[in-house]
């Protein structure tokens, strides 16, 4: 009985987490055009990239995922995923 109670339990937490949106990561473009700028504002703002100088949209999303506006020492300058052509 016990045991089935754990293992019940268990499963519940692991369905619990696996149900957590995760943060957004960094799109570098700061303004765009076209499809891609109708397919940003088709996004929710809390499912939408952060992007350089969207101060709103970025401390929106903040609030919601970290619990602060503020940004973390490590996300002013994040690392650089993206290569330049």
């Not at 570098?28 to 076209?34: A, I, K, L, P, S």
């Not at 940003?40 to 499912?47: A, G, K, S, V």
Request: include cysteine; glycine fraction near 8%; aromatic fraction near 10%.
């Amino acid at each position: 009985m016990v045991r089935s109670f754990l293992i019940t339990g268990l499963f519940v937490c692991v369905m619990a987490m696996s149900g957590e949106a995760r943060e957004p990561g960094w799109d570098w473009r700061v303004v765009t055009f076209g499809d891609q700028r109708e397919k940003i504002q088709d996004t929710p703002i809390l499912e939408r990239d952060y992007r350089p100088l969207h101060f709103y949209g970025n401390t929106v999303r903040r609030m919601h995922y970290r619990g602060s506006p503020l940004p973390l020492p490590k996300s002013v300058v994040p690392p650089r995923t993206r290569t330049n052509r």
